[in-house]
Nanobody, 125 residues
Framework: QVQLVESGGGLVQAGGSLRLSCVAS????????MGWFRQAPGKEREFVAT????????YYADSVKGRFTISRDNAKNTVYLQMNSLKPEDTFVYYC??????????????????WGQGTQVTVSS
């Protein structure tokens, strides 16, 4: 089993920045890919960003490309999402997810095995 805990969410004005963190614990001894997703109440979950095991490959949703950066520190079992130039439409609950036993990244949520509890990001105009 793997536990994922996100932090770093909050309230920020448009144009501001936040950095989300996701710490993994438990069975973290296997290669894995990590992803960030977001969801608004009553809406479908949407993909944000993903990163492979080594951190050498990343992929972003068009809506965040150029503004968000995903990175990871395997020594700390942590993945980050740096969010710059935030917009009100970035207001969501953000979730990190782990694709276990595979270091290949994916934008498909159903390929992920473990999910965090989410952290709220609210961007005011």
């Amino acid at each position: 089993q793997v536990q994922l805990v996100e932090s770093g969410g909050g309230l920020v004005q448009a144009g501001g920045s936040l950095r989300l963190s996701c710490v993994a614990s438990g069975r973290t001894d296997s290669r894995n890919a990590m992803g960030w997703f977001r969801q608004a109440p009553g809406k479908e979950r949407e993909f944000v960003a993903t990163i492979n095991w080594t951190g050498g490959k990343t992929y972003y949703a068009d809506s965040v490309k150029g503004r968000f950066t995903i990175s990871r520190d395997n020594a700390k079992n942590t993945v980050y999402l740096q969010m710059n130039s935030l917009k009100p439409e970035d207001t969501f609950v953000y979730y990190c997810a782990m694709k276990y036993y595979s270091g290949i990244y994916s934008y498909a949520g159903d390929e992920y095995d473990y999910w965090g509890q989410g952290t709220q990001v609210t961007v005011s105009s």
